[in-house]
């Protein structure tokens, strides 16, 4: 019997051939490791209506990790036009099986290195090594959205006189999509950033926000972060807003250590992490992510 279990699924398009280069490393390592293939991704949204089937899941409860590769992703409306002839009009909507997983198995931390290897030609400059802490359930991705908005929703949204705006418009020509954050999800996150800074040796935890617009959840994060930074008197707390951020990134990567940021915010500053040093010529992207 194998000593570990491995959920495998290489879902759409790329993601099969990064999976295909992942099993040729993990081979050239000898892991002694059963392989269970898992089925995820657009097809099975076409032809089953459910991009996340339920066997999956039960795979994933029996298994001792995952591997994944990639997925396609379309808007609803788009989506329902792919259905299987048979699935039409039965007002299946798609969903995002990646948040649906995270979600599921409350996969809250998502640690995403980005890393210049010395040596490598297409580096600008060697040195740069970032990590990024992107909260993974909760923010802008939690998946909480409306359209068109029910009549009950916008009616205790209006308790905030900044709805009286949208009073003019017909509740079918509105989108809602919430950013929900909590106390101990933005808690956990930045203690995870900094419990790495200090077992690795890390200089500093950033925490990117924008809480001088977004103030209740920006504010939420920002200040639950200085909270914890007080049990890491070793370890400066540096604050930024995201699109300054963004800028300083692609302007001095090498000033940044570990990053957190809620869900959204993460997922934008660890992918331009990921082209923030150039080759020499600063035309190709060069780092790993």
């Not at 002694?32 to 339920?54: H, S, T």
Request: aromatic share 8%.
């Amino acid at each position: 019997m194998a000593q570990y279990k491995i959920a495998w699924m290489p879902g759409d398009g790329v993601g099969n051939d990064v999976m295909e280069a992942a099993r040729i490393v993990l081979d050239a390592l000898k892991l002694d490791a059963e392989y269970v293939p898992a089925d995820i991704g657009w097809e099975f949204w076409c032809k089953e209506g459910n991009p996340l089937p339920d066997r999956t899941v039960k795979t994933l409860r029996t298994t001792q990790c995952a591997l994944f590769g990639a997925i396609t992703s379309k808007p609803v409306a788009e989506a329902a036009k792919e259905l299987a002839p048979s699935l039409q009009d039965r007002g299946l909507a798609y969903f995002s099986p990646i948040v649906r997983l995270r979600q599921e198995f409350n996969l809250h931390t998502n640690l995403r290195p980005c890393k210049a290897y010395p040596g490598n030609p297409l580096n600008y400059r060697d040195g740069i090594d970032l990590v990024v802490f992107r909260e993974n359930t909760e923010g802008l991705y939690a998946g909480v959205e409306f359209h068109p908005i029910p009549r009950a929703v916008f009616d205790a949204l209006s308790v905030n006189p900044k709805m009286r705006r949208f009073a003019e418009h017909d509740l079918a020509d509105l989108a809602l999509s919430t950013r929900i954050m909590s106390r101990g999800a933005c808690r956990n996150i930045v203690t995870k950033a900094f419990e790495y800074a200090r077992k690795f040796g890390r200089k500093s935890v950033t925490v990117v926000e924008k809480p001088n617009v977004l103030r209740e959840t920006g504010g939420l994060m920002v200040r639950t972060a200085r909270e914890v930074a007080r049990d890491y008197p070793d370890i400066p707390l540096w604050e930024t807003n995201i699109d300054a951020q963004c800028m300083w990134l692609v302007k001095n990567p090498l000033d940044y250590d570990v990053l957190v940021a809620e869900n959204m915010f993460g997922d934008i500053i660890s992918d331009l992490a990921a082209g923030s040093s150039f080759s020499k010529k600063r035309t190709k992207p060069s780092m790993l992510l």
